[in-house]
């Protein structure tokens, strides 16, 4: 039997990086997962390849920014035992390099998208008198990040509406918890590191890497495994808190 064993997992941002590794876990643990994703062809490789482990999976092409798209599919699951709210987006810039569109797209995506899936799957959890959410929130919810405004104020409010989530919906067996990565090694990073240091992407790479003080950065395999902990019924005393995985950054980085 695994953790996750008849469970019902809904994983926004699922078909990529961070939820990619999230949706194996869990599947991998006996759960049906649901992905929720813009982006298709990612979201379906990542079903076939839970399929192909003898996994249960099914690809939702969502817009979390959407309200009624994400509510109309979480009505169609029905019976959702977990929520991971993990689709996000970045932006690099300071106050002054963020434009109103910036702000606002990180925010729709980041913020409201949250929001979206909280308020569509919250009241089925309260129907069946219980289950896991976890947020995804990042270390720039902890410390000032250079460069990261937008970024850095969408991941605050993840961290708060965690809290208050937790705080509101405890009575009805809803734990809630958010996680606090530091620099995840995930495609994205790939592709940033391309785009903006042509020519110097293994220099830049260690440089990243060496920014975390236990001197490498996370895989998404390990941010998977504390996902699959705080959503499993192993961690059924556990509601309202934020747990950096951060290799030191927050406590050692000095």
């Known amino acids: 039997?695994?953790?996750?064993?008849?469970?019902?997992?809904?994983?926004?941002?699922?078909?990529?990086?961070?939820?990619?590794?999230?949706?194996?876990?869990?599947?991998?643990?006996?759960?049906?997962?649901?992905?929720?994703?813009?982006?298709?062809?990612?979201?379906?490789?990542?079903?076939?390849?839970i399929l192909a482990s003898g996994g249960q999976a099914a690809f939702n092409r969502c817009n979390v920014t959407d309200q009624q798209e994400i509510t109309t599919i979480a009505q169609n699951i029905g019976k959702i035992d977990i929520l991971v709210n993990n689709a996000g987006i970045a932006h690099v810039g300071n106050l002054e390099?963020?434009?109103?569109?910036?702000?606002?797209?990180?925010?729709?995506?980041?913020?409201?998208?949250?929001?979206?899936?909280?308020?569509?799957?919250?009241?089925?959890?309260k129907a069946q008198a219980g289950g896991a959410i976890l947020n995804l929130a990042s270390i720039a919810a902890w410390v000032g990040i250079t460069d990261r405004f937008a970024y850095s104020m969408s991941k605050g409010a993840i961290y708060a509406m965690s809290m208050s989530v937790a705080r509101d919906y405890m009575a009805y067996g809803i734990r809630c918890n958010s996680i606090s990565p530091a620099r995840v090694h995930t495609p994205f990073v790939?592709?940033?590191?391309?785009?903006?240091?042509?020519?110097?992407?293994?220099?830049?790479?260690?440089?990243?890497?060496?920014?975390?003080?236990?001197?490498?950065?996370?895989?998404?395999?390990?941010?998977?495994?504390?996902?699959?902990f705080l959503c499993s019924d192993d961690?059924?005393?556990?509601?309202?808190?934020?747990?950096?995985i951060?290799?030191?950054?927050?406590?050692?980085?000095n």
């Open 235 to 244: 961690a059924g005393f556990i509601t309202g808190n934020d747990y950096p």
């Open 1 to 49: 039997m695994g953790k996750l064993e008849q469970k019902v997992a809904v994983i926004t941002g699922g078909g990529s990086g961070i939820g990619r590794a999230i949706s194996l876990q869990f599947a991998a643990e006996g759960a049906k997962v649901h992905i929720l994703d813009l982006n298709e062809e990612g979201g379906n490789a990542v079903v076939d390849e």
């Open 190 to 228: 790939d592709g940033f590191i391309a785009k903006n240091y042509p020519g110097k992407e293994e220099e830049m790479f260690e440089k990243l890497s060496a920014s975390q003080p236990i001197g490498r950065m996370a895989q998404p395999e390990e941010i998977a495994k504390l996902a699959l």
């Open 97 to 125: 390099n963020c434009q109103s569109e910036d702000f606002e797209r990180v925010f729709n995506v980041n913020v409201k998208g949250a929001y979206n899936a909280l308020h569509a799957i919250v009241p089925i959890m």
């Open 246 to 253: 951060d290799g030191g950054f927050i406590k050692l980085n």
